[in-house]
């Protein structure tokens, strides 16, 4: 490697370790090697278990990174070992709008009791966008397939729609783009994106609460489009009803159609998604290692497939077999904790800090400082995404109207804490122990 490409790479992976935090950039980036820049292309190999997971799930932020220290938009190939480049991270200016994932199709979902008619209910919207239920509003808890499936109706009506033209966004992706609209003073262009579509798929919509203007205009894009006869899928963290800071109106419109749920699954979904994620990246695992991970990883989809790479990635780099043993002591040493059949609350997890860091709920919700309260509060902020469905937005709103933003960090800074400091795994663990056996 050139020197120049080579101190490039230096300060690429300084960038990285900076926004990413210690534990995930030792974990998942740590491994990769630059290979080559060629022009506007930055190619990195590594191991394939790692590679596939850096691209897949960490691709933004190699994309960023690589354009802010190169000072020029940058396209991320990410290879395995001694291959020729299989991932491509497009350019941040690329990811302007945010793409369909191939992966996420009707043949690569679980279908299992907890969420058949959501899964129906989406086929049937892809087969006959307009003629079957519009809208339809899928509502669950994160991490369980809501966005698997807007994926799968886009790339469905892409593949057998006709030319039927399909855009998919977050509510956060349509906040954005309208308030940079804005500040252009010119919204022409966001209109004609958002509302000359003849299927459109919103994430997320809940991100809109209090969002008076978005929530505006999101109002005036659903009735255009509806009086043109377009297709629309809503995905929501719950039910309509439910959204207190959206005006009643727009709960209307989303209540018009269809409305499904999602719901956790059992073990022998959890089970049948391990199986078929193992299988498309080329992983060989042994029965009772997924058993486990599917006896242990209990709350979501997200959990069980993120608690499945890191078993990969530490299997990889203690060069052992992935066998029960393996995933077993993988998941004690990663902080992963076997989860309750029964869901812990938020309100539980914070009396339990509470106790046993000895503050009061007053200070643990505070905007105080003081480390023991700044550390008990990112804990339990931590704790609640581990062990509740609830989004981080949520949570957030738990810990007295906070931003999501916040609780990512309290997340970040406590993965990295029970990765390398015994103290702060012996409190992660000891509350982690009494929440799921009181549960």
Request: hydrophobic content about 45%; overall charge negative.
């Given at each position: 490697?050139?020197?120049?490409?080579?101190?490039?790479?230096r300060?690429?992976?300084?960038?990285?370790?900076?926004?990413l935090?210690?534990?995930?950039?030792?974990?998942?980036?740590?491994?990769?090697?630059?290979?080559?820049?060629?022009r506007?292309?930055?190619?990195?190999?590594?191991?394939?278990?790692?590679?596939a997971?850096?691209?897949?799930?960490?691709?933004?932020?190699?994309?960023?990174?690589?354009?802010?220290?190169?000072?020029?938009?940058?396209?991320?190939?990410?290879?395995?070992?001694?291959?020729?480049?299989?991932?491509?991270?497009?350019?941040?200016?690329?990811?302007?709008?945010?793409?369909?994932?191939?992966?996420?199709?009707?043949?690569?979902?679980?279908?299992?009791?907890?969420?058949?008619?959501?899964?129906?209910?989406?086929?049937?919207?892809?087969?006959?966008?307009?003629?079957?239920?519009?809208?339809?509003?899928?509502?669950?808890?994160?991490?369980?397939?809501?966005?698997?499936?807007?994926?799968?109706?886009?790339?469905?009506?892409?593949?057998?729609?006709?030319g039927?033209?399909?855009?998919?966004?977050?509510a956060?992706?349509?906040?954005?783009?309208?308030?940079?609209?804005?500040?252009a003073?010119?919204?022409?262009?966001?209109?004609?994106?958002?509302?000359?579509?003849?299927?459109?798929?919103?994430?997320?919509?809940?991100?809109?609460?209090?969002?008076?203007?978005?929530?505006?205009?999101?109002?005036?894009?659903?009735?255009?489009?509806?009086?043109?006869?377009s297709?629309?899928?809503?995905?929501?963290?719950?039910?309509?009803?439910?959204?207190?800071?959206?005006?009643?109106?727009?709960?209307?419109?989303?209540?018009?159609?269809?409305?499904?749920?999602?719901?956790?699954?059992?073990?022998?979904?959890?089970?049948?998604?391990?199986?078929?994620?193992?299988?498309?990246?080329?992983?060989?695992?042994?029965?009772?290692?997924?058993?486990?991970?599917?006896?242990?990883?209990?709350?979501?989809?997200?959990?069980?497939?993120?608690?499945?790479?890191?078993?990969?990635?530490?299997?990889?780099?203690?060069?052992?077999?992935?066998?029960?043993?393996?995933?077993h002591?993988?998941l004690?040493?990663?902080?992963?904790?076997?989860?309750?059949?029964?869901?812990?609350?938020?309100?539980?997890?914070?009396?339990?800090?509470?106790?046993?860091?000895?503050?009061?709920?007053?200070?643990?919700?505070?905007?105080?400082?003081?480390?023991?309260?700044?550390?008990?509060?990112?804990?339990?902020?931590?704790?609640?995404?581990?062990?509740?469905?609830?989004?981080?937005?949520?949570?957030?709103?738990?810990?007295?109207?906070?931003?999501h933003?916040?609780?990512?960090?309290?997340?970040?800074?406590?993965?990295?804490?029970?990765?390398?400091?015994?103290?702060?795994?012996?409190?992660?663990?000891?509350?982690?122990?009494?929440?799921?056996?009181?549960?």
């Open positions: 490697m050139p020197e120049n490409l080579e101190q490039s790479w300060d690429i992976q300084t960038a990285l370790r900076e926004s935090g210690d534990r995930t950039y030792g974990l998942w980036l740590a491994p990769l090697r630059c290979v080559s820049l060629d506007d292309t930055l190619v990195l190999d590594g191991p394939p278990a790692v590679a997971w850096a691209a897949d799930r960490l691709g933004p932020a190699l994309a960023m990174a690589s354009a802010s220290v190169l000072g020029r938009d940058i396209t991320v190939r990410v290879a395995l070992a001694g291959d020729a480049p299989t991932s491509l991270v497009p350019s941040p200016r690329a990811r302007a709008e945010t793409p369909l994932n191939p992966k996420y199709t009707f043949e690569q979902f679980v279908i299992g009791t907890s969420n058949r008619l959501a899964h129906a209910a989406a086929l049937s919207v892809a087969e006959m966008p307009t003629q079957a239920y519009n809208p339809l509003f899928i509502y669950g808890p994160p991490g369980l397939g809501k966005t698997h499936l807007l994926h799968a109706i886009g790339n469905y009506i892409k593949a057998f729609g006709g039927l033209t399909v855009r998919y966004a977050t956060e992706d349509f906040t954005n783009a309208f308030l940079a609209a804005l500040a003073h010119d919204t022409e262009p966001f209109k004609a994106r958002f509302r000359g579509v003849d299927v459109l798929l919103i994430d997320d919509v809940e991100f809109l609460e209090r969002k008076a203007r978005s929530e505006e205009e999101m109002f005036h894009t659903f009735n255009t489009l509806y009086d043109a006869g297709q629309l899928v809503v995905s929501c963290d719950r039910l309509p009803g439910d959204l207190a800071g959206i005006e009643y109106r727009l709960r209307e419109r989303f209540a018009s159609g269809l409305i499904t749920d999602i719901e956790r699954p059992d073990h022998a979904t959890r089970l049948a998604i391990l199986r078929k994620r193992a299988a498309y990246d080329g992983i060989r695992i042994n029965d009772d290692a997924l058993a486990l991970l599917a006896e242990t990883v209990t709350t979501n989809i997200r959990a069980l497939e993120g608690a499945l790479i890191r078993v990969v990635a530490f299997a990889s780099l203690q060069a052992r077999p992935l066998d029960a043993a393996l995933a002591e993988a004690a040493r990663l902080g992963v904790a076997p989860t309750a059949g029964d869901a812990v609350t938020i309100d539980a997890v914070q009396q339990a800090a509470c106790a046993y860091f000895e503050i009061s709920l007053a200070a643990l919700l505070s905007r105080s400082r003081a480390e023991t309260a700044t550390w008990a509060r990112q804990v339990a902020m931590y704790l609640s995404r581990e062990l509740t469905n609830h989004s981080l937005p949520h949570i957030g709103r738990a810990f007295a109207g906070r931003d933003t916040t609780v990512l960090h309290a997340c970040r800074r406590v993965a990295t804490e029970i990765a390398t400091a015994p103290a702060a795994f012996a409190d992660v663990e000891a509350l982690t122990t009494h929440l799921t056996h009181a549960a």
